[in-house]
């Protein structure tokens, strides 16, 4: 059997002790399957006291990450603390000291993929990160290995744990927006600031990796449009379903004409599609290809024991040579051509517009009225009859919700018909559009 | 850029033109990504006339598969013709002469994978077979690469496209058995003899195959027990449905107490989980893993396209060398320990029943009787009342069906049931006994 494999690991925190107990816990049979054993040899850690509880005696530990980045006696850093810095650094450093990398930090890889890529070309080493987008779903090798016969032409994915199980919680339990992020954050699925996830920002930063290795295009979040779960009601999900759809928060990404058209939103997807049946903190990503049709993957999207499975696959990777030819045939973060970003305006798609009106004569025309001059027509509306005041002599106007849903129309169409139909009295600001996946 | 990438081509039926096609139409789309051309060079074929339509002139066309096979410009053989023979002596002759073997044929691994697999590693060879297992589901790669952290604890899976096409033709349209055959033979579905589909061999053949990638365990589909679907009928679909349920052809391998524990049968499926939702020709596995969890994958099983598109992903793994490392590790057909098989008769399931009986005063009363006191109780029935005769004087017993659903029993307990079963005059035969999956 060939020489060990010698793993220095940063942080050890829930994915950290996931993985080094599948190391510890499984030597022999991850040796069985790497052709050699892959030993956990140096650990860095905030506090040491607290990480010996978790692990064996016979790892070094340290509480300086970039011993283990330089150390002679490691082959594969494993950077697991999150964030920027001192995340950059110890990953440069441990390329610049030869090492492999295996990481699950979206982050550093969206700031400073560039750099870090660029360094590990020239040093001929891997960077490996199964682990920064979506979990257990194994979506980097699906995308560049499995695919590798097919253009992808569409992506259309699942991949923020926290939005769906929020909108899961609050679809199953009639519970409001905010009882759900409570719930979330209670079972650990959401920070105690939940912006990042319920934003669709991380949705949108996984987007951005997902399109690079799948289009070979870089994009930033500010390009396309990104929204969050957090403007949406209990009312929206029981509307949508009425109407035939489940609402998530889908990021995808497609070809259209030749155009690369990208959007991170709660997006409403017809019942009978897969997408629509991810519940709670899975993931999914829907993949289409131009040989293999569609393709989904799916599995949980973070958690302790999912991620760390990602993060072994990519050791096993490294101890067998896979990592290293993975890596060189990615061409991330490398100049290559491409195709042009469709302008968000230009996207075509259909709409659900759910407004929160007063009760009184001519609302109605007046929405439809602006959105007819915008081009936009519609294809249902749902209009409930309010309720009684309950004491008739009370001179409230009720407020009443009023749904439309459009035929094909651009974003371009929507925007112009939104800012007349912000200037309506008549309307309760912030009212809602989301688009609906074709 | 390396050297062009050789390939010799067995068959040009439906999925060589698919992957023909992929080459010869995106050939500096397949360099990109395998760093190399993958070049088409020779192809073996029945009908040379009708081959030359297909294909570029440039291709060296003949009807001597051993010429390709031995060929001298040739790197890897793409063995697409099925069947047993010639197809083992094309492979052994590809392997003998020093190149790497790419295959869709899943019935030469079944019979042939011991001599085949033995004889590439000892060329130090590979044989890829991305293509013969779920079209394209990349489930050999999930399951040799992402997988490597878990231990696989249960694998299930709809990998019969045929079977599933004609169980939600039946559902769907309210059709006979028949009929939904003879649509799926009319759309392509199905062979003009689809006993191979319909009787569950060609699933239990590809659990084989699944079962040594998973539990590395060699097994026969006489050591478990396959059922097909040509015993259901449409009643049997709605009534599953009634109960909460999907009827799916599931190939099963799961660990039960260090036991592995094998079957191929139709199976209730809870309407809540994604295998109840797979239809028409998708297969999908969900693999359950020790750290991951569970995790599905999911594609069109078979088709031209879908198919060519794994095929190309294998030669692209071959260009690369990753391959040759995959091979290596697998220890497909190698000896090495694994779980003892479970005895059939200590299987543990709950099953559905359901009966065709005349109705007769003491029939449920002698069938619950028998199931009792062989240790099975049960959890529901179902009697629907009997048309009543048209006319009154016809003195013809009504038959009606009569559905149980019983706790979880062992396949011993049923089988020892159905002895006794079979002998009740009132009931008709065959009766259909099928698992409720967990």
Redesign the interface.
């Known amino acids: 059997m060939a020489a060990p494999l010698r793993i220095g690991m940063v942080g050890l925190g829930t994915v950290g002790t ?1 993985v080094a107990r ?1 190391l510890l816990e ?1 030597a022999q ?2 040796a ?4 050699r054993r892959i030993e956990l040899v140096r650990v860095a850690v905030r506090n040491v006291a607290k990480a010996r509880a978790e692990i064996t005696k016979a790892i070094e530990i340290t509480t300086d990450p970039m011993k283990v980045a330089t150390a002679t006696d490691v082959d594969v850093v494993v950077e697991l603390i999150g964030g920027l810095n001192p995340a950059r650094e110890i990953v440069t450093a441990a390329l610049e000291s030869g090492k492999d990398v295996v990481t699950a930090n979206k982050a550093l890889l969206c700031n400073y993929g560039d750099d870090l890529f660029a360094l590990a070309r020239r040093k001929e080493r891997s960077i490996s990160f ?1 682990a920064a987008v979506a979990g ?3 979506i980097i ?2 995308i560049g ?7 992808i032409t569409s992506l259309a994915a699942i991949v923020n744990g926290t939005s769906n199980f929020i909108l899961t919680r609050m679809f199953h339990e009639n519970s409001s927006y905010e009882d759900a992020v409570k719930e979330a954050q209670r079972l650990g699925y959401a920070e105690a600031d939940p912006s990042m996830d319920v934003k669709g920002t991380d949705a949108a930063q996984k987007l951005g990796l997902l399109t690079q290795l799948a289009f070979g295009r870089r994009v930033l979040p500010e390009q396309f449009p990104v929204q969050g779960i957090d403007e949406l009601s209990l009312m929206d999900l029981k509307f949508a379903d009425e109407l035939g759809y489940a609402i998530k928060l889908l990021a995808t990404a497609k070809l259209v004409g030749g155009h690369l058209e990208l959007h991170t939103q709660p997006t409403l997807i017809r019942h009978s599609r ?1 997408l629509a ?1 991810v519940n709670g903190p899975y993931n ?1 990503i829907e993949l289409t ?12 999207g973070a ?1 302790q ?2 991620t ?6 990519d ?3 490294v101890a ?3 990592a290293r ?2 890596f ?2 990615l ?1 991330l973060w490398a100049e290559q051509e491409t195709f042009p970003l469709q302008r968000i305006e230009k996207i075509q798609r259909r709409y659900y517009m759910r407004f929160l009106v007063e009760d009184r004569p001519h609302v109605i025309a007046d929405i439809a009225d602006i959105l007819g001059r915008n081009g936009i027509s519609l294809s249902s509306v749902i209009q409930k009859e309010a309720n009684e005041p309950e004491e008739a002599n009370v001179p409230t106007t009720p407020v009443v919700p009023l749904v439309f849903m459009t035929h094909m129309t651009t974003e371009g169409a929507v925007r112009a018909a939104r800012t007349e139909l912000d200037k309506l009295s008549a309307v309760r600001m912030p009212w809602l559009c989301l688009p609906v996946s074709g």
């Open positions: 996931g599948i499984h049979r991850t069985d399957r790497a052709g199964e257990g779903v194994p090798a699906a290995q499995a695919m590798t016969g097919n253009q897969p049946q999914m290809g131009d040989a293999v049709g569609k393709a989904w993957f799916s599995a949980m958690g024991m999912a760390a499975s990602a993060v072994v696959a050791l096993v990777d067998v040579g896979r030819i993975n060189e045939r061409h």
